[in-house]
């Protein structure tokens, strides 16, 4: 069996991505990756009354939102042999916590607490993932600290951690061996050399997702550009 490219944490126009889902899955696809997963940003509603709303996927557009992936997951299928799970990031600004949720079926609200959220998660069959537990922004915050203020109590409750992020290493994740994953938090092309996930399991959105669970035969790579398979797909738009 081989080791499948994944990249579980990707945006686009549909919040603050630079690209569109279309020139997502033709980026990802030319440049041979097996796995991605669209996740663009719902807000909670606390920052949104205090006037971010521009980067948000609105509730009431969420279903428009779905639809769009799963025309595009039909494309990356047949264009590239690619998988693509719907996904959103579940974007707490007031509370800080940022977690992804992968193959979901129906819009969660980001204002649920962290439990109550990873309920709806699973209800609905997909994968949680806790999103860069340690990164600070330029002004030192850091968007998801309430995940890892409290990690030991929420440590098995997700799917898995996010133990790299775009340039990104966070070893204590590893070191206390929660389950992990690594991905790109693309926005815009230059993202895509960041850390990505390696699985080893069947290429169908099941298997992908319970490789993630179990996490076994899981490891990181860092992408650092060209084509991902040797016989190489055209990859005109490779910088
Ligand atoms: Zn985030
Ligand atoms: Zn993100």
């Known amino acids: 069996m081989d080791w499948l490219f994944c990249d579980f944490h990707i945006h686009t126009t549909w919040s603050d991505g630079a690209l ?14 097996d796995v991605i997963a669209i996740t663009d940003h719902v807000l909670d509603s606390g920052s949104l009354a205090a006037g971010e709303p521009h980067w948000s996927v609105p509730e009431e557009r969420f279903g428009e939102y779905l639809h769009e992936l799963w025309e595009a997951a039909r494309l990356a299928w047949e264009r ?31 204002d649920l607490e962290v ?16 999103c860069h537990p340690f990164v600070r922004n330029h002004s030192g915050e850091s968007p998801s600290e309430h995940l890892w203020q409290h990690h030991e109590r929420y440590a098995s409750m997700f799917d898995a951690w996010e133990v790299a992020n775009r340039d990104d290493l966070f070893n204590v994740v590893g070191l ?9 938090d693309f926005h815009e092309e230059k993202h895509l050399r960041s850390w990505k996930t390696l699985l080893r399991c069947d290429g169908n959105a099941e298997a ?32």
């Open 80 to 110: 590239w042999h690619m998988l693509l799970l719907p996904g959103m990031e579940l974007t707490n600004n007031t509370s800080r916590y940022h977690i992804l949720a992968l193959d979901v079926k129906e819009f969660i609200s980001p």
């Open 176 to 184: 206390k061996k929660f389950n992990y994953i690594a991905n790109s």
């Open 208 to 239: 992908v997702k319970q490789a993630i669970r179990t996490n076994a035969a899981v490891s990181l790579f860092l992408y650092r550009g060209g084509p991902l398979r040797g016989d190489g797909f055209p990859s005109p738009g490779m910088p």
């Open 115 to 130: 439990e109550p959220m990873l309920c709806e998660i699973r209800r609905q069959g997909a994968v949680s993932v806790a």
């Open 20 to 33: 569109s889902v279309a020139e997502v899955v033709e980026l990802y696809g030319r440049t041979g990756f």
